[in-house]
């Protein structure tokens, strides 16, 4: 059974218009992450959750915000999508820093 | 600045036969190594996670082995099968006070298993 779940898993939006993408999680992990994904690339970390308490990284465009109201769900937001922010997002949680990640499937995003 | 380069790139390679991907890094400083398989259009799975005193791991046909002094890492695939066909991610975790940019990932070896 999945224990990171993320939908949709094909989104397509416009440009511009707001777009959110959601993660949740059976394995009561206290960490839950965001990355962005390209192409042929590594994953690139936005940013994590520790419980409630948010960690952006220095790069991640301000267009890109996250939610966390429980334990079990994260959400991603993207305020105003460019042609440039199509990629595949993965959520991933673990249990502490410095444990396996546990990643779920993904959601492709699609800017039309 | 903390890098992990694999290679190859992309490897293609018969049904059957055995393979080995390549790790270099320069994180520091080294808290744990790991390997992820990612499917084409899903998210990665853990293989397999080593720490610095350990050298050598392995998950069924899977076998990772470590080299701290020359931070080098090697994931050896035995019997390769079609489902092996998949990106293989080397990541490198730094001890960073606990903040989660002590990881660093490298971009993958794109592994084609031929029937």
């Known amino acids: 059974d999945a224990m990171v779940i993320q939908n949709p898993r094909y989104q397509v939006t416009q440009f511009g218009k707001p777009v959110t993408l959601s993660c949740s999680q059976t394995?009561?992990?206290?960490?839950m992450y965001w990355y962005q994904q390209k192409s042929s690339q590594a994953p690139k970390l936005l940013f994590h959750?520790?419980?409630?308490?948010?960690?952006n990284e220095a790069d991640t465009p301000d267009n890109f915000q996250s939610r966390r109201p429980n334990t079990s769900f994260c959400f991603l937001d993207i305020r105003s999508p460019g042609l440039g922010d199509a990629a595949m997002y993965l959520c991933?949680?673990?249990?502490?820093?410095?444990?396996?990640?546990?990643f779920g499937d993904g959601t492709r995003l699609s800017i039309l | 600045k903390n890098q992990v380069e694999q290679s190859p790139q992309s490897l293609i390679i018969l049904e059957g036969k055995n393979c080995t991907l390549q790790?270099?890094?320069?994180?520091?400083?080294?808290?744990?190594l790991r390997w992820y398989k990612q499917d084409t259009g899903r998210g990665p799975v853990s293989l397999t996670i080593?720490?610095?005193?350990?050298n050598t791991k392995s998950n069924g046909r899977y076998t990772a082995t470590l080299d701290a002094d020359t931070k080098q890492s090697s994931l050896h695939i035995t019997a390769s099968q079609l489902s092996d066909s998949a990106s293989y991610i080397c990541?490198?975790?730094?001890?960073?006070?606990?903040?989660?940019?002590?990881?660093?990932f490298g971009k993958g070896t794109h592994l084609i298993i031929q029937p």
């Open positions: 991933a949680t673990n249990r502490d820093l410095n444990q396996p990640q546990h």
């Open positions: 394995l009561n992990h206290n960490v």
């Open positions: 959750y520790y419980d409630k308490d948010f960690n």
């Open positions: 790790c270099n890094y320069t994180v520091s400083p080294f808290s744990n």
């Open positions: 080593m720490t610095f005193s350990e």
């Open positions: 990541v490198v975790s730094a001890h960073s006070g606990g903040g989660a940019d002590g990881l660093t």
